[in-house]
């Protein structure tokens, strides 16, 4: 047993089982032996690699994005550049480098607002942008960030917050939970608590027995927080996440370790948690507390549109052909489909705070 594991169980056995949720929370957060209290899980050493490290090409078209959508409203003063959960701050370091030549005047006006509770993330933040390190600011909530036109982007946010997951019984809905088996080890089961059936997409009489459907109050709530500003200063928030974009049922929670699919109660505290992100509800949310949303698009078909070939292809211009060769596997990686590519499993979901065209999402505005 990891020593969270050990911690868990410990748990359980003076408490009871754990709901998914909690048991998530504990995973990723815990304050002594959490996920991401404990190490750097990002790059070929760590866990996994988000596409920001892939490619400089990634953060570049965010920030080409993020300077559409600014012209796009007017080009106001005083915005607010914002990353919540920004890693190693690799994304914020490409984009602000593109703004930079795009939009000098953004660039030099804008204030820029770093979402991050790692203090040891931090640190890495600082490292990567050393050179603008004192205009920027760390937040340990969203609801910091001060008022005024915001341009904001999240790449793998909501997939690391945590989920709930219920079950269909012959009794009903039972909510899935994390208990301890006969020889004391973390196993699933079912625990008591109904679902509201109103949230299922389809009528729960025509839900198969063993079906799992997931909800996660907590997402809902931080995109309705980020919607909520978005419409009241100003500006357009950009999600970028693997999932799907319509409800569905099915077991999305996975852990990874070293790049490999682990068992999600094999190595709690040592593993990336995650779960597949519902865009559908993510929209929805958006929408009920009135901020405009752009239709949910692959990762692919958004970088096509905002000219990563293009941007590979001057990158790579009068390069040794192994950087060139470097460059075009990046470019499939994040834009590709099929095993090992991002391009469909990756959606991307804007909202802006009053009706407007941003490309690529309109094409007429390309």
Known sequence: MTPLARKIANLIQQTGPLKISDYFSLCLADPDHGYYQSRDPFGQSGDFITAPEISQLFGEMIGVFLVQAWRAQGAPEKVRIVEIGPGRGTLMSDALRVIARLAPELYEGA???MVETSERLRNVQRQT?????KRISWHDAFEEIPAGFTLMAANELFDAI???QFVKTPQGFCERMV???DNGKLAF???????DTTLLPIEETAVPEGAIFEISPARSAVMQSVAAKIVRDGGTALTIDYGHTITGFGDTLQAVHRHEFDPPLA??????????VDFQVLAEAAMAVGAHVHRTMNQGDFLLGLGIVERAGALGSGRDSLTQATISDAVNRLAGEGEGRMGALFKVLAISGSPVRIAPFDPQTA
């Open 267 to 276: 190595r709690p505290g040592e593993a990336d948690l995650t779960s597949h």
């Open 129 to 133: 942008l050393v050179r603008i390190k």
């Open 162 to 164: 945590p989920i709930r």
């Open 179 to 181: 208990g301890l088996d």
């Open 189 to 195: 089961g079912l625990g008591p608590g109904g679902l």
């Open 111 to 113: 204030t820029i607002h």
